[in-house]
């Protein structure tokens, strides 16, 4: 998908969809060290963990300007409109990844389906 140093793993969705959309894994320990250069600077140490990183809004879209930079050179259709931060890694001991750490897209896309869905709302 993204070649980014702040993005640990992503899913590109949106198969038969209006537009596309990605669940993403940010890279926590990196973020948590750069919370000040990423204007999160006001958030305590204990607000930096992943459970509530993923819940910032400030985080979804400073992923959202980091992928639309990347990808500005694609077709509209191409683009991806929007992304739900996971709060943690996908695993292969959770049935989401190949031994060849490849994204099982079918059991990712069934399992986090309420997530996806909510990115379709209008």
Do not use: C, W
């Amino acid at each position: 998908m993204v070649e980014d140093d702040l993005i640990s793993q992503a899913m590109v969705y949106g198969d038969g969809k209006r537009y596309l959309t990605a669940l993403v894994v940010p890279d926590y320990e990196r973020i948590a060290g750069m919370a000040a250069e990423l204007g999160l600077d006001d958030l305590k140490q204990d607000e930096l963990d992943p459970h509530r990183l993923a819940k910032e809004p400030r985080l979804n879209t400073l992923f959202m300007g980091r992928i639309e930079a990347r990808l500005g050179d694609l077709a509209s259709y191409e683009r991806i409109k929007k992304v739900f931060l996971l709060d943690r890694e996908l695993t292969e001991a959770d049935g989401e990844l190949t031994p060849t750490m490849k994204v099982k897209r079918k059991v990712v896309s069934e399992k986090f389906k309420r997530e996806l869905d909510a990115l379709y709302e209008e």
